[in-house]
Structures are given as C-alpha cells and as structure tokens.
C-alpha cells in the first residue's frame, strides 16, 4: 500500500489544471504533515510555485483546488490560508480505516520501489594491518543503513566491502617489519604489533627521505608480484581479516563480497593500455594520465612514471568488474568528503567509458577529536573495540542500577544491546554531510534523541502489553481489533504511524539516515504523552483494544525502523 501522503498528493494532483511538468520541482506539488495542528493535519504548498508556470494569482490555484476535492472521502474540510496554502483536515474514520489495513501488512504499509533494479553499495572499506578506529564507524554505520533501507524497498543490493589491502601503507609496512617487527608480538595481537610498526616507520620516513623512498619501491616490487613481498603482504591481510571479522560480527555488520584493492591488480595492466589504445590515456612525463579539462578538472594518473598503479586505476578497474558482473542500475560510495574531488574525477571517466550504471558519491563529515584530526600514522586514535567496551559497560551500570533484580545474562544483553545502540545512533541522527565533533559524552547517551530512548519507548510498550495479557488471562493483545479514533492525541499518533513508509523512502533516496531518526524520535515523543495523557488499561472495552492496536503499530514502527538502522531492540529495559 501507498504511504498515506502518496495518496493525498495523487488526489491532489488528479484535481489540478494541466500544466509543463518540467516547470515544477515535483516535490514542492506533494502534500506536508503541518507543523502545526491548528492549521489542519496535512497542508499543500505547491499554489505558489504553480502560479509561476499557470501565470494565476496562487490563491486562486488554491481555491479552484478546494473546491475540486469537495466530496474526497478522505476530506473532512480544507482551507486557504494566507497567500495560497492549503489546509487541510483528515475525515477521523478514513484514518482509522488506513490503520487497520498497516495492521494486516507484514511491511506496515511500505511498498517495495526497488524491486527488479540493483545497487552495489561500497562502504565502510578499512585499510587493513589497522585496528579499526572511530574514523570507520561513520562509513560503515551510513552505508549498512543504506544497506538495510534498499533491501527493505525491494532492491536488490550488492555490498562490496572495497578494503585497503593493495594501498601506500604496505610500502611502510614491509620495510617497518623488517627491521622493527616481532613475530612474537604477532602472534599475541597482531593489530597491534602492525599498528605499532606503521606508526614508527611513519615517524622515521618523515624524517629520513631514503627510508620515504624504500617504502615506494618496495610497494612497486609487491605490485609487481615480488615473492617474498607477497608473503609477507599475504601474513598481513590474514591477520587483519580476522579481525575486521570479528569487528563486523560484533557490530551485526556483513558483506555480501570482500573485494580489496588487490583482486583488480592483475586487470590494471592491460586496462591501462587499452585506456591508451583508445585515447583515453596519454603520456604526461613519464606518466600516463587521463586529462579531463573538458570537466574542469585535474588530470587523472592511471600509470605512474615509476610504473606503479593508483587509486584511480583500481577504482576504474573495480567499475568494470561491476557492471560486467552485476549489471547494476546504479553504484553507491560512501566515503568521507576529502574524497570528493577523487570521485568526481572517476565518475567523469566513467562517463567517458559509456558506464550504464548511475554513480553516486555520499560524502560524511569527517570525525575529530576536541584536538585535531586523528591518524592512524600520527598514533592518535580510538578504538573502535575499547568505544564499544565503553558503551556496554554505561549501559550495564544502567541497568544494573535500575533493575538489580535481573539476571546477570540479561543486563548484559540489554547492556550490548543499548550500548552499541547508542554509539550508532549517536552518528546517524546527525547531518550526515556534518562535521563530528568526537565526545565519549555525547557518543555514550542514553538521554535524549538517542535508540535508549526509542528502545525505552518499545519497551514500556511491551510492559503494557504483559499487563494486558495478565489481566485478561490472553496469551496476547488483539492485533486487528477496530480502531477508534476519539482524542485528538489517538488522531495525530495514527498520522504518524501512517506516515512512516514516506520516511524510509526519503531516508533512502535522500541517503540521510537521520530523516529516518527524526521521525522515530518524534514518534517515540508523541507516543510518550499519549501514555501519560491517555487512559489504556483503564479504559471501556472496544477503546482499549482500540488504544493498544495503536501502541502495537508504534513498537512494529520503532522496531522496524531502528532495525533499519542496525539497532536491536530489547523487550525489557
């Protein structure tokens, strides 16, 4: 079923006057929950952008629009307010109808868009022979989000995690082990042992030119398939792959391919000389480099003059291999915004190579700590594991404190639970396009527009239920009884319960998982005063099926949507 504001924009539109649609952005002629309720429950705005293309004073649009939808089962009355807009009001009983109908779906109420068309999504993509740090989790938070919200609507998502484990670090890192690495060390924690050579040989490269100048020839070596270089190399992945494994596990983060850097060496040769062959490619001292001023942009290296390859060959080798292998409508990156010049370069030579598939860069804000950018080379960063640790420790001293009684497995499944909740929400809910200010205070809430407190909400739903059920001697509440909707409070929940499948196609499409908490948190609000305001349990037979029909429809949604978002839900708190 459509989104309720899919079939109120529809009717709209059924009513107004022809006009050249490419005169009209079509998201300013679709309908808008109103801010506020006394200016009606929905409003359309689209008179005043129409006036322009229909050359008509707006309020005259708007009035000719009213009088069109008279009659509308779904109108109880509209209005024009001030130089156009259009208020209007939902008839009680066609609200509640749409709710019975959520009721029955197993999708409350989402359609499936997506269906027949794939996306390859490429994120989070570490650099392996490095612990993953805070730097990672906006990369791998936003893109699993994306992840879910796609094959939710029906697509058919490819995840590809495109790993670093071909990049300039392992020029570093052969030579640091060389002459600082433990074996020993290695076996105990191997993340920590190539964390600590990187970050010393980083130290010495930047004040010794020649061991600079090693590292890049010993990289070269390993791209040209030097034995002992790919030994060593292979020992480093091993490791690292474990880890990152463990890390995913525990973050319920998975990919449907690993297909590092490396995978594409072999193709980078011969695509390069057929980039030549074509044109597409010159020689540029020593060099050979795609120029792209046509684009207004810098020149792109694919062969450098010592023979070695880059980014930029690899991530042109890796749009190939997609497109020949999955035949994608469209390929998503999510990466930081340092990286959008890169990007914007490739996706000019995919244009030029005739790539069917549409590409997309979703570029994030950068993550800093009060003093600076962190670096893994500079040896200031946080892990991610100890972030995690913390989290879960806060959220068990929680629950401890407020439910002593329980039993010790289950505080510490509500701790991982809520804690890990937490630290995701925590980056998702913001601006996506923002710079982050890293804090353990703000990172670790569990107050305020935080999954603690749409997980309470879920959770002080379930209780009212248990109650329900103890009372009446039922195994469980009814699901489908009728709906009544009587206060104003019960009219405005089931606006926003009927609204949610608007939410996660804007969230998706928009690649912005926070519209997504923005509209959870509100639900969890309007749900708290309907609590508070609003008698259940107490209330004559028929309202209170009624008003616990609602309440089921907020936990689905809550439930629905933070899974969306990666974030598990504990039936107690």
């Known amino acids: ?161 495109h790993i670093g484990d071909w990049g300039t670090q392992f020029g570093l890192l052969l030579t640091g082990f060389r002459s600082l690495g433990s074996w020993e060390a290695m076996e105990q924690d191997p993340m920590e042992e190539l964390e600590r050579v990187y970050v010393e040989q980083s130290r010495r490269a930047r004040e010794n030119p020649v061991l600079r100048e090693e590292a890049k020839q010993e990289l070269v070596r390993l791209q040209q398939g030097d034995e002992g270089n790919l030994r060593l190399w292979q020992r480093f992945v091993d490791a690292s ?50 120029f792209l001023e046509a684009e207004d942009l810098p020149p792109f290296i694919v062969r450098k003059s010592d ?68 670096s893994t080379r500079d040896g200031n960063v946080i892990r991610l594991d100890k972030l995690l640790d913390e989290a879960e420790l806060k959220a068990y001293e929680v629950a401890h404190r407020l439910n002593p009684g329980l039993e010790e497995e289950t505080k510490r499944s ?13 980056d998702l809910s913001q601006n996506r396009q923002s710079t982050v200010l890293f804090t353990w205070e703000k990172a670790l809430s569990l107050e305020g527009n935080s999954a603690p407190y749409l997980q309470y909400a879920y959770a ?45 196609q804007r969230a998706a499409s928009a690649c912005r998982p926070n519209l997504m908490t923005d509209y959870l948190f509100d639900l969890a609000q309007l749900y708290n005063r309907f609590y508070q305001n609003v008698p259940f349990l107490k209330a004559r037979e028929g309202v209170r099926e009624s008003r616990l029909v609602l309440c089921g429809q907020v936990a689905r949604i809550v439930r629905t949507g933070l899974d969306l978002l990666g974030i598990e839900v504990p039936e107690r708190m």
């Open 460 to 504: 002080r739903i379930m209780s009212v239920f248990r109650k329900y059920c103890e009372q009446h001697g039922v195994p469980r509440v009814p699901e489908e009884a009728p709906v009544l909707l009587q206060e104003d409070l019960e009219v405005q929940l089931a606006k926003r319960i009927l609204e949610f499948p608007d939410f996660v």
């Open 414 to 426: 509500i701790a991982r639970q809520v804690g890990l909740g937490a630290v995701k929400y925590a």
């Open 1 to 161: 079923m459509a989104s309720i504001i899919d079939d109120l924009t529809r009717s709209i539109e059924d009513v107004l006057p022809p006009f050249p649609r490419e005169g009209v952005e079509p998201a300013a002629l679709r309908v808008v929950p109103t801010a506020n309720p006394s200016f009606g429950h929905y409003q359309f705005n689209g008179a005043m952008p129409l006036a322009k293309v229909l050359r008509k004073p707006p309020r005259e649009i708007a009035l000719r629009l009213v009088e069109g939808i008279q009659g509308s089962p779904w109108l109880e009355r509209a209005e024009v307010a001030g130089p156009g807009f259009v208020n209007l009001w939902i008839e009680r009983p066609w609200l509640a109808a749409r709710v019975e109908r959520v009721c029955r779906d197993d999708r409350v109420g989402c359609e499936r868009p997506g269906e027949g068309r794939t996306v390859v999504l490429d994120y989070s993509s570490p650099n392996v022979a490095k612990p993953m740090h805070i730097g990672h989790i906006r990369s791998t938070f936003l893109g699993n989000a994306l992840d879910r919200m796609h094959r939710f609507l029906g697509f058919r998502v490819v995840s590809d995690n």
């Open 307 to 374: 023979g070695g390859f880059n980014y930029a060959t690899t991530d042109i080798a890796t749009i190939l291999y997609r497109v020949d292998r999955w035949h994608p409508a469209k390929i998503v990156y999510v990466t930081d915004e340092r990286q959008q010049l890169h990007f914007r370069q490739l996706f000019a030579v995919a244009r030029r190579l005739a790539v069917p598939a549409e590409l997309e860069h979703v570029w994030f804000g950068v993550m800093r700590l009060p003093e600076g950018t962190f």
């Open 241 to 290: 792959l474990k880890s990152l494994d463990k890390a995913y596990r525990r973050l319920g983060v998975s990919f449907d391919e690993t297909l590092g850097e490396s995978y594409y060496n072999d193709r980078l040769p011969g695509l390069v000389d057929d980039l030549v062959a074509r044109g597409l490619a010159q020689k540029s001292e020593g060099a050979d480099v795609i």
